[in-house]
């Protein structure tokens, strides 16, 4: 059949997607999520088909934009519609769904569909429910990692000794990653370390470290960065290196789905995309933070040893200690403040923060043999009181292109301990939150600075820690939360 | 936030959706899927919000037509954006995903949800997924039909006794409804009969009885014609009783998704929605159909037993023979014809046709109370052979809008035997097929006619059925598929 096209002035940044008044499809057979080809005098494509009742024309079919460009559509054109068979990649989610275990070759499908916007949400969601209601194998796990970086942009350093590392959050001011790149790119290892944006927390890698300079930088540009000064850190979503990742995120966040396959490959793939190699993985461990205990972290720890071995990474886990948040300051800025007063072995620089850098820096060194063993950590100290480390984050922010550092969010105010004795535990998330409501990380400079932590003794009366927002609205509504929660002491 | 809205004259047909430029919603530290309550001078209202990169406004809101209308925006309105919270519904559908038990309130709150389109696809399908990858106990499964029952429209015909029936398709010509539901309600049994349209058949019960008289009728006129004539055989769709249950098959359709439980409860909730409670389940099996095997058969007909005691519904069951089809016309207006010659006792009327339609109408008298244990067949044959049941017929079609029988689709073309022998088999997929190339169920007057069925002689070059295109390009396709499938000869 023959339509007139109607231009929708939207993007569905999905999948193509053309849209018919219920009666015409009912007449032509069609039914909602059908796969259509539409052909124009230029041009020839595969749609989803949406249905609409009302309020739409009959005889015409509606195109979102990306379907109208890629028709090539020109005044009093028409188009051809035929219905389209539906992908082999379905047959594979449902054998996903059924139980099955799934081959190289079919995710690799599923994967190459998803990235080409071939598949519509619906079908995707069916996918993840596969893999999290059936599970993913370490065979799977590891193609799945493949199908994402082959489906993917990569950043290729032949023969290089390309280093990396991940956290899996939920630890408040744990921003070790800046640091860490600044330590081990100043030994001469390339680290070319993408990082994510916060979703729910109060700011990610990427949040923090674009106060200070900025982060969206597109492939090109980071191989000349790569080059000349050996590393950066930018935000991931930027290079668009694991599209296919990046569209599942979408589907996952909703009901806030993790199937441990996809978290583990979704990982993997981000450090395999970059060419990384040697790759530390860093799992908190504590009753606010993702993974509540030992078990599940050694659980964790294990897969990632054997994917990394199927991926032909060397890869280091460490579980560390997730009770309460790392350095002082919470939301972009005031963790940048922490991360630049450890850099600069500042005095009042947090301790907590520049330990755990040094750690993760000298497992790093010695895992890319740069450090003999068990001399890392004398190597890593000694990159940071030299002040090579400062030297080389400086290069790096430069070559991103430095911004004015900004000043904090000017409405703060102290919260004060409600009585005297000891601090026995700090709620990551409701400090999360605090900070939330403060305003980070809309707000770059709006969070929290804790003055106490676990073990320290306050008095009534003392600032536990100082709330920076972003409007007078968003100070009351962060004090009223502060009144009963955040801090325990005894 | 406040923002100008800007209408998107598109109905989404479910949920409530707005939609932010990507920088907007970075700004307002907002995600794809968050939802959203937006407040005009005159409304309020919660939507899914969606995001796009370009080719949209910043620093305005795109409401799709439903949620532009909910607000009631008049020229100059702007909208006022807060955050929502995520429905509590959509932690029991995590809580299903994880393979736990949902109890009869859970259930609830889901279907209410869908059912006031507070939850998007993606969260809709998550659940379909959870029912498929788990399973839904006897306990969940009569849960959610009672939920899809209560959460949509009823027919209520209080302290009557009101029969139904239900076939799990996939036999091509099946079309015994019409002629059941003729003998029933002349035996004076209310028959409410809603039936589902073709999706891949060649044709559904309504599609059939469309061919010869309106099915289309509002709830309030189909309590008219069931006091006046004492039944109806209407389409399901155009009454809205299960609401639910359409939205969730909308959601199963992409993948031919059918989790058992999920299956059962849209069958009996439809059935539950007219107040049956005297309820006859046809379960044909054979190679080309839905149930493949006599195990897979008894498993379901113990489960219909079971919720049906539950639901407190009278159930019976019966398996049938599925290896072929049944009649002579496949396509709904040739099954039309069977029907009448069945009900007008015409010499040529189909011997398995009328055999079937008498069976079921036996039980469905006995099961009702209306013929003594052992003489519900001779009632049947009676109210056929005297006329009675070919009146009611007239009576209910002219009740419900009598259309003039439309002529047969005028290209035909017989298919004859390539060797002589006896019928060994007729592939119901290829016959369906066939059908459906021919033109059915969009042209309600193409589809075939078979003169032979399986165990008939025939004669190399002897007719075995004829096939009516509604285009000379559709019969020759037809004619093309025809050559190495459907029949074979022994």
């Given at each position: 059949m023959q339509l007139k096209p109607y231009k929708i002035k939207i993007k569905t940044g999905g999948p193509l997607v053309a849209v018919l008044h219920d009666d015409t499809a009912h007449e032509m057979d069609l039914h909602v999520g059908d796969r259509l080809r539409l052909k124009s005098d230029r041009s020839m494509i595969t749609a989803l088909l949406d249905v609409t009742r009302d309020n739409f024309p009959k005889r015409k079919i509606g195109l979102f934009a990306e379907a109208y460009e890629a028709l090539n559509i020109e005044p009093d054109d028409v188009v051809e519609i035929t219905a389209a068979d539906k992908p082999p990649s379905l047959l594979f989610i449902r054998k996903k769904l059924d139980g099955l275990a799934l081959n190289a070759a079919e995710l690799n499908e599923i994967v190459r569909d998803i990235v080409h916007g071939d598949l519509s949400d619906v079908e995707m969601t069916y996918f993840v429910s596969g893999c999290y209601a059936n599970g993913l194998s370490d065979d799977e796990t590891a193609a799945l990692t493949k199908a994402i970086v082959r489906n993917g942009k990569k950043l290729e350093f032949k023969g290089k000794i390309v280093a990396d590392k991940h956290c899996i959050g939920g630890v408040p001011g744990n921003r070790v990653t800046p640091i860490v790149v600044a330590i081990v790119v100043a030994s001469g290892v390339l680290m070319p370390k993408t990082s994510s944006r916060a979703i729910t927390s109060p700011a990610g890698t990427a949040d923090a470290v674009e106060s200070i300079c900025n982060v969206t930088i597109n492939a090109h540009r980071l191989m000349k960065i790569a080059k000349s000064v050996g590393g950066f850190m930018v935000w991931g979503g930027g290079v668009d290196l694991?599209?296919?990742?990046?569209?599942?995120?979408?589907?996952?966040?909703?009901?806030?789905?993790?199937?441990?396959?996809?978290?583990?490959?979704?990982?993997?793939?981000?450090?395999?995309?970059?060419?990384?190699?040697?790759?530390?993985?860093?799992?908190?461990?504590?009753?606010?933070?993702?993974?509540?205990?030992?078990?599940?972290?050694?659980?964790?720890?294990?897969?990632?040893?054997?994917?990394?071995?199927?991926?032909?990474?060397?890869?280091?886990?460490?579980?560390?200690?997730?009770?309460?948040?790392?350095?002082?300051?919470?939301?972009?800025?005031?963790?940048?403040?922490?991360?630049?007063?450890?850099?600069?072995?500042?005095?009042?620089?947090?301790?907590?923060?520049?330990?755990?850098?040094?750690?993760?820096?000298?497992?790093?060194?010695?895992?890319?043999?740069?450090?003999?063993?068990?001399?890392?950590?004398?190597?890593?100290?000694?990159?940071?009181?030299?002040?090579?480390?400062?030297?080389?984050?400086?290069?790096?922010?430069?070559?991103?292109?430095?911004?004015?550092?900004?000043?904090?969010?000017?409405?703060?105010?102290?919260?004060?301990?409600?009585?005297?004795?000891?601090?026995?535990?700090?709620?990551?998330?409701?400090?999360?939150?605090?900070?939330?409501?403060?305003?980070?990380?809309?707000?770059?400079?709006?969070?929290?600075?804790?003055?106490?932590?676990?073990?320290?003794?306050?008095?009534?009366?003392?600032?536990?820690?100082?709330?920076?927002?972003?409007?007078?609205?968003?100070?009351?509504?962060?004090?009223?939360?502060?009144?009963?929660?955040?801090?325990?002491?005894?």
């Amino acid at each position: 059949m023959q339509l007139k096209p109607y231009k929708i002035k939207i993007k569905t940044g999905g999948p193509l997607v053309a849209v018919l008044h219920d009666d015409t499809a009912h007449e032509m057979d069609l039914h909602v999520g059908d796969r259509l080809r539409l052909k124009s005098d230029r041009s020839m494509i595969t749609a989803l088909l949406d249905v609409t009742r009302d309020n739409f024309p009959k005889r015409k079919i509606g195109l979102f934009a990306e379907a109208y460009e890629a028709l090539n559509i020109e005044p009093d054109d028409v188009v051809e519609i035929t219905a389209a068979d539906k992908p082999p990649s379905l047959l594979f989610i449902r054998k996903k769904l059924d139980g099955l275990a799934l081959n190289a070759a079919e995710l690799n499908e599923i994967v190459r569909d998803i990235v080409h916007g071939d598949l519509s949400d619906v079908e995707m969601t069916y996918f993840v429910s596969g893999c999290y209601a059936n599970g993913l194998s370490d065979d799977e796990t590891a193609a799945l990692t493949k199908a994402i970086v082959r489906n993917g942009k990569k950043l290729e350093f032949k023969g290089k000794i390309v280093a990396d590392k991940h956290c899996i959050g939920g630890v408040p001011g744990n921003r070790v990653t800046p640091i860490v790149v600044a330590i081990v790119v100043a030994s001469g290892v390339l680290m070319p370390k993408t990082s994510s944006r916060a979703i729910t927390s109060p700011a990610g890698t990427a949040d923090a470290v674009e106060s200070i300079c900025n982060v969206t930088i597109n492939a090109h540009r980071l191989m000349k960065i790569a080059k000349s000064v050996g590393g950066f850190m930018v935000w991931g979503g930027g290079v668009d290196l694991a599209a296919a990742d990046d569209r599942m995120i979408r589907i996952r966040n909703p009901m806030s789905l993790d199937p441990e396959g996809m978290l583990l490959a979704s990982i993997m793939a981000k450090k395999h995309s970059v060419s990384a190699n040697h790759v530390l993985i860093d799992i908190p461990v504590g009753p606010g933070v993702k993974i509540k205990d030992a078990a599940h972290a050694q659980h964790l720890k294990k897969r990632f040893l054997q994917i990394g071995k199927m991926l032909g990474m060397k890869v280091k886990v460490i579980i560390t200690d997730g009770k309460q948040p790392i350095g002082n300051g919470i939301g972009p800025l005031l963790e940048m403040i922490d991360v630049m007063n450890v850099l600069k072995n500042e005095k009042n620089a947090p301790d907590d923060l520049r330990i755990k850098s040094i750690m993760e820096s000298s497992i790093l060194l010695e895992l890319t043999g740069k450090a003999r063993p068990g001399h890392g950590k004398k190597m890593a100290e000694h990159l940071l009181k030299s002040g090579h480390a400062w030297r080389k984050f400086q290069q790096i922010i430069t070559a991103q292109g430095k911004k004015r550092i900004p000043k904090l969010a000017k409405f703060s105010k102290n919260v004060a301990a409600q009585k005297s004795g000891m601090v026995k535990a700090i709620e990551n998330k409701s400090i999360a939150h605090l900070a939330r409501i403060a305003g980070a990380p809309k707000d770059a400079a709006a969070g929290l600075f804790l003055h106490k932590k676990i073990g320290y003794r306050v008095k009534k009366g003392e600032a536990l820690y100082t709330i920076y927002a972003s409007s007078p609205d968003r100070l009351k509504y962060a004090l009223e939360f502060a009144k009963n929660t955040g801090y325990k002491i005894k």
